[in-house]
């Protein structure tokens, strides 16, 4: 595949952890561009009624997602992630579950 490839990441927060993992959202896109993973292209995230984080941004490739996997950066990033929440199916989200899904951003 050449080109960009864009990836929907869901994350449950750990209870407590809600504020935590909005921050590590905000940010983490910023620093996967900033070591030349993801693209220019603006990261889209929202939050679920169940407190449930959707992100939508894009990776440079998919080989560069292959070799994310042994990125210190991605490495730390994922340590904190997993600190503060789950990784999710988008199918177990209730609201993803609707035809047509209203999404409270996050700023």
């Keep these: 595949m050449a080109g960009g490839c864009v ?9 407590g952890k ?3 993992l909005a921050a590590l959202v905000r940010d983490h896109v ?9 693209t220019d292209r603006a990261p889209i ?6 407190g449930t984080i959707i992100e939508v941004f894009e990776w440079v490739s998919e080989e560069v997602i292959a070799g994310a996997h042994a990125h210190p ?3 730390e990033m994922w340590k904190k992630f997993e600190a503060c929440c ?3 199916t988008p199918a177990n ?8 899904i209203s999404l409270t951003p996050l700023d």
Excluded at 7 to 15: G, Q, S
Excluded at 45 to 50: E, H, K, P
């Design 7 to 15: 990836v929907v990441a869901v994350y449950k927060p750990r209870p």
């Design 18 to 20: 809600e504020a935590e």
């Design 30 to 38: 910023g620093d996967l561009r900033a070591v030349g993973l993801v």
């Design 45 to 50: 995230a929202a939050i679920a009624s169940d």
């Design 73 to 75: 950066v991605v490495q």
């Design 86 to 88: 789950w990784y999710e």
């Design 93 to 100: 989200v209730p609201d993803l579950q609707r035809m047509f």
